[in-house]
């Protein structure tokens, strides 16, 4: 039988396990670094917003519900952490213990590789721009992809703006529904290995 004290002592092991299969990532302004259970009351804060998730795939629920961050994680982000699917929670560096949004690859795209959401209170400061640059260097870098697939409603005018500043190539368009019923359609970017390193050379 396990003791109560064996019990917490697995729980922190499996954590540690977890956080050490997502690099934490640093640039001048955040800390990007695996998400975890703590984190459930500050991804609710931002994430639980209609104009932060309107412009995700209908697959998201609206309204969201109320415990649906802590299952999320829970059920789906940490058993998969690691293992075809990568999180990372944004923090700034001045809020270590505050997430502000997340980013994610996917092994498996469909079509897209590449996930991400911020705070509304956040937007417009570049922080999503510069959270990206060391979640593409790692994926090429070190997970073996050699072309990311990319996807944003048409008319995300900010998500839009990102792939651009990130050197995606805009490959298409294709029906799609969203959380908006305003939005019927999404653009299709394509960002290869070799486009990125020449991009980020000096």
């Known amino acids: 039988m396990v003791g109560i004290g064996d019990f917490f002592g697995l729980c922190q ?43 995700l795939s209908s ?16 059920h789906v982000v940490l058993p998969q952490q690691g293992d075809g699917h990568w999180v990372w929670g944004i923090f700034l560096k001045e809020q270590p213990d505050q997430l502000i949004g997340t980013i994610d690859l996917r092994r498996e795209g469909k079509p897209e590789h590449r996930g991400f959401w911020l705070g509304k209170s956040f937007w417009g400061r570049g922080f999503m721009t510069e959270a990206n640059f060391p979640v593409l260097d790692y994926a090429f870098s070190e997970l073996g992809f050699e072309r990311l697939t990319f996807a944003n409603a048409l008319g995300n ?26 939005f019927s359609a999404c653009e299709i970017w394509e960002l290869r290995k070799e486009n990125w390193q020449k991009f980020r050379a000096p």
Not at 28 to 49: A, N, Q, W
């Open 59 to 74: 697959e998201v629920p609206w309204p969201y519900p109320e415990n649906g961050v802590k299952d999320y994680l829970e």
């Open 13 to 55: 092991f499996l954590i540690f396990t977890i956080m050490q299969l997502i690099p934490t990532l640093n640039t001048e302004r955040l800390i990007l670094k695996g998400v975890s259970m703590e984190d459930v009351p500050s991804y609710t804060r931002h994430f639980v917003d209609y104009d932060v998730i309107r412009y």
């Open 157 to 182: 005018v900010g998500s839009r703006r990102i792939k651009e500043k990130t050197g995606a190539q805009l490959i298409g368009q294709r029906e799609a529904t969203f959380v908006d019923p305003g």
